[in-house]
């Protein structure tokens, strides 16, 4: 049987990758990674760790579901890695929040390929650490979505991250006003390019894609968002 | 100036800290942990890696958040740790999700010491791979709580972990059943003693803390959550 990890590599940061990944990546027979626009954050990052292995590039163009693409990648792995073999799908984040990898998953289901999932850390994790600010403590919730916020689970929640701001923050950020949150930009967390904006002009300017918005409604002792 | 790092170790499988923590483990002057009734699964983890550093155990029982306990830990930390010197302080899952690092960061950051967290994967991460199963999906929405579900929000949301579900799974389930979520219960994940159960009987049977239940309420194109 042919086996294939897709392995979550964080939100960018070379050091924040697993351990089980840094295995994975040097014990495999093919490394695949994901490009869109000409680009792959995966391969510059797992370049860091290996220069003697294939990286074998699918181009996938990030935002649309086109299911052909992701048939047709999960056809080109089945068709290179023979059975007995090993290979590794390296994806920015967790495998399983927001990621064209879930899709790929269930194409490479329909092939005699096992399929493993390892978790990466996610860009929220990565940024609420990075402030240092807690996502959650005893008896809070935490609200995940992208772009699309619903006032009505703003309301009843304590915090919030928003994926993907990039189209639409002057209505996420008007909503999260009226609903008394703290709010922070983030762009590229934990990336090279990190930016860490609160001021709400300046967010409006930003268009990068890789872009999260954290919120706040309760603030801690000995602590402000802002 | 003294400097401790707050880092996330993961759900439990040593694979799975992040090369960032293993070099800050490998690098540092002093490693705290924090113990709970006599055990310290943080403990536990670091000891694979290191054997010839001296590992400071900071005892606290969990659930209970007594300010006393943070106060009397990070002024330990402060009178151990000297100027220049780095420590860390390593937690289950990620620093910032229901941890009690949370509250000693607070307690820390009221000494001269420079704080740093460090994410780590956090335990509905490691469920959702484990399970092959998505968080979200474009335009898709999560919901992240600890015993109490807000029926409001789960009406709203796709998916949703519930931590710590050892007090009221009845409930809980009760509540996910009412609004056609389909859930599975993991113990454990991704540690030696992981148990994946889907029977509600089962589930409402066992009481491990250290316990999730993960649903969603779409399922995917060949796929069954149960």
């Known amino acids: 049987m042919k086996k294939i990890y897709g392995i979550g590599l964080g939100p960018g940061d070379e050091e924040l990758i697993t351990m089980k990944a840094y295995n994975l990546i040097k014990a495999c027979d093919y490394?695949?990674?994901p490009k869109s626009k000409g680009k792959s954050l995966a391969k510059s990052i797992v370049s860091?760790?290996?220069s003697e292995k294939n990286i074998i590039e699918l181009d996938f163009s990030m935002g649309e579901d086109n299911t052909?693409?992701?048939?047709?990648a999960a056809q080109k792995i089945n068709s290179i890695v023979k059975d007995q073999q090993i290979a590794v799908y390296l994806t920015i984040g967790d495998p399983m929040v927001y990621s064209t990898y879930?899709?790929?998953m269930y194409e490479l289901q329909k092939f005699n390929i096992?399929?493993?999932?390892v978790p990466g850390i996610a860009s929220f994790n990565a940024a609420a650490c990075c402030l240092n600010i807690p996502i959650t403590i005893k008896d809070e919730s935490f609200?995940?979505?992208?772009r699309n916020v619903d006032e009505k689970i703003l309301?009843?929640?304590?915090?919030?991250?928003?994926?993907?701001?990039?189209?639409?923050?002057r209505d996420i950020i008007n909503k999260l006003e009226k609903h008394h949150f703290s709010?922070?930009?983030i762009k590229r967390c934990m990336q090279e390019e990190q930016e860490i904006i609160y001021d709400k002009n300046q967010i409006l300017l930003d268009d990068d894609y890789m872009s999260l918005i954290f919120a706040r409604k309760k603030l801690m002792n000995h602590h402000n968002l802002i």
Chains 1, 2 share one sequence.
């Open 155 to 169: 309301q009843a929640v304590d915090s919030i991250c928003i994926l993907k701001v990039n189209q639409n923050k």
């Open 68 to 72: 052909a693409k992701y048939e047709d």
């Open 31 to 33: 490394i695949f990674v």
């Open 143 to 146: 609200y995940l979505c992208d």
């Open 183 to 185: 709010y922070v930009y």
């Open 102 to 104: 879930i899709y790929l």
């Open 114 to 117: 096992q399929v493993e999932t």
């Open 48 to 50: 860091k760790y290996t």
